[in-house]
């Protein structure tokens, strides 16, 4: 999830001649996007499958052109969703950024809103500049599922018991190294520790939600650390037990990945 395009890959963000413009031309823009994930593979702009990225480039190059470089906080997986998720955008473009706001919530498809756009600091990087981040995994606990939350929520017809839950997610808060909450793909090999700030399990109705912020995540993490909570509440894992996993450093001794649909980046925090 943390993973964005580099300058090598500037012509995939729809930045071809960004190179080109002079530092001191470029007016730094940081957006802020809420979007619909069922319909998407993700942000990241990939060859055979629609992602945000794409979308998002489309309605900005219908507005500004193809001069821009373009970076996103975060990489979130197909079928994640997003309240909030920034942009920043250099340009040399004049647009101001109400107008541009405007604009883009006029090109952009239903699933994809501009909520803010804002003038920022040179120096803005919306991932290097990143303090923290807050994901919320929810789960539709009801023996009936919901058919309006198909796609947005787990269903999970079993009773959970979310003090349980709360208690054992306590676990995961603090400096770690979570290579066992990792799903290990082709992607360079990272420093695998995280500071998980903060893990709550709380229920409202028959919605039960589980929100962690970090200083940052791992590829699955979130979702596999709400796996292994579902494992506790089978008894399959104890909740003693997560913090021998965690020491394992083992991918194998953690719960399944949870599905995508629960998946949402909250809060996106900068200094």
């Keep these: 999830?943390?993973?964005?395009?580099?300058?090598?890959?500037?012509?995939?963000?729809?930045?071809?001649?960004?190179?080109?413009?002079?530092?001191?031309?470029?007016?730094?823009?940081?957006?802020?996007?809420?979007?619909?994930?069922?319909?998407?593979?993700?942000?990241?702009?990939?060859?055979?499958?629609?992602?945000?990225?794409?979308?998002?480039?489309?309605?900005?190059?219908?507005?500004?052109?193809?001069?821009?470089?373009?970076?996103?906080?975060?990489?979130?997986?197909?079928?994640?969703?997003?309240?909030?998720?920034?942009?920043?955008?250099?340009?040399?473009?004049?647009?101001?950024?109400?107008?541009?706001?405007?604009?883009?919530?006029?090109?952009?498809?239903?699933?994809?809103?501009?909520?803010?756009?804002?003038?920022?600091?040179?120096?803005?990087?919306?991932r290097y500049s990143c303090v923290s981040k807050e994901y919320i995994y929810k789960i539709w606990n009801s023996e009936v599922r919901n058919p309006f939350l198909d796609g947005y929520a787990l269903h999970y017809r079993y009773r959970l018991d979310e003090k349980l839950l709360n208690s054992a997610a306590q676990a995961y808060v603090g400096s770690h190294d979570f290579t066992s909450f990792c799903t290990v793909d082709s992607r360079e090999a990272e420093n695998m520790t995280r500071n998980v700030k903060s893990f709550s399990v709380t229920r409202d109705g028959d919605m039960v939600t589980m929100r962690v912020e970090a200083d940052g995540f791992l590829y699955n993490m979130v979702r596999i650390m709400v796996g292994t909570l579902l494992r506790v509440q089978q008894g399959k894992i104890k909740p003693a037990d997560i913090p021998e996993i965690i020491e394992k450093k083992d991918r194998s001794f953690a719960g399944p990945t949870a599905p995508a649909c629960g998946l949402y980046l909250n809060k996106v925090y900068y200094k």
Excluded at 5 to 33: F, H, M, P, V, Y
Aim: include cysteine.
């Design 1 to 126: 999830m943390q993973h964005i395009c580099d300058e090598r890959n500037l012509r995939q963000n729809g930045a071809k001649n960004a190179r080109e413009l002079s530092e001191t031309a470029l007016r730094n823009l940081l957006i802020t996007i809420s979007y619909d994930g069922k319909c998407f593979h993700g942000w990241q702009i990939q060859q055979n499958a629609y992602t945000v990225q794409e979308a998002f480039q489309k309605a900005l190059s219908k507005i500004i052109g193809d001069d821009y470089d373009l970076k996103g906080c975060s990489r979130t997986d197909s079928g994640v969703h997003a309240n909030m998720y920034c942009l920043s955008l250099k340009t040399a473009h004049p647009i101001p950024p109400q107008r541009l706001k405007a604009a883009l919530n006029r090109w952009l498809p239903l699933s994809v809103a501009v909520s803010d756009c804002v003038e920022v600091s040179p120096g803005f990087h919306a």
